[in-house]
């Protein structure tokens, strides 16, 4: 089961680096990610994951995804799960 997160992120040196390696620390699988610039900065991404096993919790990562700097999750729709 894949979900699509929906993201806003600043145009910061390091901001993707940093998204892209906590989403795989938190063990989460990157299928799918496409962007595009909201202005000139910052970037409007949709980050299709899937959990490495049965017990990673989507709701967990996007917690986690509020916490880093420079990154908000686009209230809606948060979340549109999709069949793997």
């Known amino acids: ?5 929906h993201i806003q992120i600043d145009r910061a ?6 998204l892209i390696g906590l989403v795989e ?3 989460f699988h990157i299928d799918g990610m496409s962007m595009a610039d909201i202005d000139g900065a910052s970037r ?6 899937r959990g490495r096993d049965a017990a990673r919790s989507i709701d967990n ?4 995804i509020d916490r880093l700097f420079g990154v908000a999750r686009i209230s809606a729709p948060a979340y549109q799960s999709e069949a793997a």
């Open 44 to 49: 409007r991404i949709a980050l299709t994951v």
């Open 13 to 18: 040196d390091g901001s993707l680096q940093r």
């Open 1 to 5: 089961m894949s979900d699509t997160i």
């Open 61 to 64: 990562l996007g917690c986690q």
């Open 25 to 27: 620390r938190r063990g």
